[in-house]
Nanobody, 116 residues
Framework: VRVVESGGGLVQAGGSRRLSCVTSGSTGSVNAVGWYRQAPGQQRELVAVTTTDGSSTLYADSVQGRFTISRDNAKNTLHLQMNNLKPEDTAVYYC??????????WGQGTQVTVSS
């Protein structure tokens, strides 16, 4: 499964940004998709994840109410709408696709920088 993110960039605090992720290849086995982020010197952390059947969605406490994850299964596309961005949201954002067992696929990441 190939995972490609887009949409990163520089945004002012309080602004919005929308990230997109397209998966291709053997996507039929993917059962969950999500976004993670990694700030400099920090560990990669979960931002939001959703199951492909829509039964469950989870957000990190730090983004709850500001970020919205959405998916278009027909287009194998995942979005992350980020509103009211804060400087602490600055990070490389990674898209993740999970399959059965421990199978997981990562994109190359897209940088989001929030200026104060």
């Amino acid at each position: 499964v190939r995972v490609v993110e887009s949409g990163g960039g520089l945004v002012q605090a309080g602004g919005s940004r929308r990230l997109s992720c397209v998966t291709s290849g053997s996507t039929g086995s993917v059962n969950a998709v999500g976004w993670y982020r990694q700030a400099p010197g920090q560990q990669r952390e979960l931002v939001a994840v959703t199951t492909t059947d829509g039964s469950s969605t989870l957000y990190a406490d730090s983004v709850q109410g500001r970020f919205t994850i959405s998916r278009d299964n027909a287009k194998n596309t995942l979005h992350l709408q980020m509103n009211n961005l804060k400087p602490e949201d600055t990070a490389v954002y990674y898209c993740n696709a999970r399959g059965p067992g421990a199978t997981t696929f990562w994109g190359q990441g897209t940088q989001v920088t929030v200026s104060s």
